[in-house]
């Protein structure tokens, strides 16, 4: 993976996240990094990463744990020995999720939350008691999971769905902004260092500019701005005429192309 | 200072409370250095990022951010217009005087350095407002009939730094307001809304949930019986197009193509009209495919809900009489001109009838609400504005909640 650029305004935010113990609520365009952070954080901390990335289909509790209900009864129909005295024991079927792994370990570490706004609008409100007290309780075991070091949770939302106000009330918020032109040749450099300055100049002035059409459906973001270098610096294109090339490569729908074109 | 930043921040209607005041101190104290500063652009940061929870409070956060910490320009508005007319009043002195002395080719220079020198002493008095400046300094000669362009400063995207006080009277966030903008996005999010009805279905047998039940049961067999959660709402947008529509086709047509990224209901269908609908409505913008009202009646069940969308503003014989529609008379036989009598308002109350689940949302701002025909149709459907808060209404009403 190439670097990952962190700004001061996101450090800030971090910093904040970790003075107040609270999780760390990023929003913003995608391809603005919401999921690169928790990487980044983990890597240059040299802490264990425990990722969650949500569906719409999850929930709250397979954060936690997940009894394997089914494995258990399926061990207990067959008389082997081994699986007899793993069946006796409850605690031999709870597996963890990503939230519980973290809270039982001994050391601090970083939870990412991916795309909450993905799963179901209560999800989040599930989730209030559990980050507020880093911990819950496990009924089949009557165990109590509490986390020794409060982990940092750093969690994403692509804005599909509005969170409840119980939940955001216990976040820091920070909405990563799209980066400007030289943040950007910055992140650019560092996923292509031997670019041709011309052309990078070049390759940013249309970028923005497309991105200054109001009308289109999705704008073009960082991902799709690297994508299109890649097939630049790939085919040699110098970009000395005002059309762009591989235009298909920044606008990812029908309408947005016929936009740019008129 | 504090308190008063907190509540001034409730004053401007951001949801905080106690637990983030908490938050936010705490941060203060741990970001202080020894000698107990904090500098404002941290101080700004760190407290947007304890009370602020989505962008849509960032334009307000501003507001009562630069209300505590900066006395000067309790009003920024106010404050933008003293400097903008201070900037139009000396520049055109300026200028004035430069074209009685010189040749206007040469003084388009020295009104640039006049205004660079000007701006520096700006700078001095306001204490680091030097971007702020920059920027709006541009707007006075656009008055003036000179080249905007030629006189930026700075004003372009990602140069330079945006620091000190410039930061919060940008105003950077206003377009995220949700009581001004409505995008795709946000009508996408509001019409999710609709997916709040799902108790609808029927009970059926959860095979999932009843193996896991009987699993915990040690192999008792229990079964779970429940209500379908899927979505069975049926959504038909009818659009009124053409005419004194045409100035908010724009909006219009956002609401419409995310009306067409919705895959969560069970189906959503669009017909068009012009003004008022008689008889028929039309399957396409072009009205192309047409389709009779008895026809619609038949095709769709009770539970549909009906969203109607149109200014409702005609002349009143359109909606008051039976039809001469011109979009669709020249395409009717003899036979079909005879039997129809019925006014546009009757057929609109015929179809709301059927359908009691409707709304209409009108685009013109509630104010011009007046016409008779507006009132005549707001008595038979009920009418909100097509904004994000009246897309919610509307919702809400639809829902029966």
């Not at chain 2, 009108?362 to 609400?369: A, I, L, S, T, V």
């Amino acid at each position: 993976m190439a670097e990952y650029i962190l700004s001061d305004e996101l450090r800030e935010a971090v910093q904040v996240a970790e003075i107040t113990m609270r999780p760390l609520l990023l929003k913003g365009e995608p391809g603005t990094g919401k999921t690169l952070l928790a990487n980044f954080v983990a890597e240059t901390r040299n802490l264990p990463l425990f990722r969650w990335h949500v569906k719409s289909t999850s929930l709250a509790k397979e954060g936690l744990y997940f009894y394997d209900a089914v494995a258990r009864l399926n061990d207990s129909r067959f008389p082997e020995e081994e699986a007899m005295i793993r069946v006796r024991e409850v605690k031999n079927y709870i597996r963890l999720g990503a939230l519980g792994e973290s809270f039982s370990l001994p050391q601090r570490s970083v939870v990412l939350i991916d795309e909450i706004d993905k799963a179901d609008i209560e999800f989040p409100n599930d989730l209030l008691l559990e980050l507020d007290k880093m911990e819950f309780f496990i009924p089949e075991t009557k165990e109590l999971i509490s986390a020794r070091e409060r982990p940092l949770i750093i969690i994403t939302s692509n804005n599909e769905k509005e969170l409840p106000d119980a939940f955001l009330r216990r976040c820091i918020f920070h909405y990563i902004e799209f980066p400007k032109r030289d943040a950007m040749k910055e992140i650019i450099l560092s996923h292509y260092p031997r670019i041709n300055s011309e052309l990078m100049e070049k390759a940013l002035a249309m970028f923005y500019t497309i991105r200054k059409i109001e009308s289109l459906r999705k704008k073009p973001s960082t991902s799709e701005l690297l994508d299109w270098i890649q097939v630049l610096l790939h085919t040699g294109e110098t970009l000395s005429s005002n059309q762009i090339p591989f235009a298909g490569t920044l606008f990812k729908s029908e309408e947005d192309y016929r936009v740019y074109l008129n | 200072m504090f308190l008063d930043f907190f509540y001034n921040l409730r004053g401007e209607s951001i949801p905080c409370s106690t637990g983030e005041l908490i938050a936010f101190l705490q941060t203060i104290r741990s970001l202080t250095d020894p000698k107990g500063y904090i500098s404002m652009e941290t101080l700004y940061r760190v407290g947007r990022l304890n009370f602020a929870k989505d962008i849509k409070y960032f334009d307000a956060y501003d507001l009562g951010f630069s209300k505590t910490f900066a006395g000067f320009q309790e009003n920024k508005i106010q404050f933008r217009d003293v400097l903008f007319d201070w900037l139009d009043k000396n520049i055109d002195k300026l200028i004035s005087e430069d074209q009685k002395d010189k040749a206007p080719n040469l003084s388009m220079e020295d009104v640039f350095q006049e205004l660079e020198k000007r701006l520096r002493e700006q700078k001095e008095r306001h204490d680091g407002g030097n971007k702020w400046v920059g920027t709006s300094g541009t707007s006075p000669f656009g008055n003036s009939g000179f080249n905007p362009n030629g006189l930026k400063i700075g004003g372009e995207e990602g140069a330079g730094n945006r620091t000190g006080v410039s930061l919060w009277t940008e105003r950077n966030y206003k377009a995220y307001r949700e009581d001004e903008v409505i995008d795709t996005r946000s009508i996408q999010i509001a019409l999710k809304e609709l997916r709040f009805l799902k108790k609808e279905g029927r009970t059926s047998l959860n095979i999932n949930k009843t193996i896991d039940k009987t699993c915990e049961n040690a192999g008792e067999i229990e079964i779970i019986e429940e209500k379908n959660r899927k979505n069975a709402l049926r959504l038909v947008l009818i659009l009124d197009i053409g005419g004194s529509m045409t100035p908010h086709s724009d909006r219009v047509s956002k609401l419409f193509s995310a009306s067409k990224s919705l895959y969560h209901f069970k189906e959503v269908h669009n017909f068009f009209f012009h003004n008022i609908f008689h008889d028929y409505l039309f399957e396409t913008h072009e009205f192309e495919g047409r389709i009779s009202l008895k026809h619609f009646e038949d095709r769709f069940r009770k539970n549909t809900k009906l969203v109607f969308v149109g200014d409702a503003y005609m002349a009143p014989y359109e909606l008051f009489s039976a039809p001469y529609n011109p979009y669709s008379y020249h395409r009717e036989t003899e036979e079909e001109k005879l039997r129809k009598k019925k006014s546009g308002i009757e057929s609109l109350k015929e179809l709301t009838e059927k359908f009691p689940d409707s709304v209409w949302l009108n685009p013109e701002p509630k104010r011009f609400w007046g016409a008779p025909t507006i009132e005549a149709i707001q008595e038979v459907v009920p009418m909100f504005p097509l904004t994000i808060e009246g897309l919610r209404k509307a919702i809400r009403s639809l829902l029966g909640k």
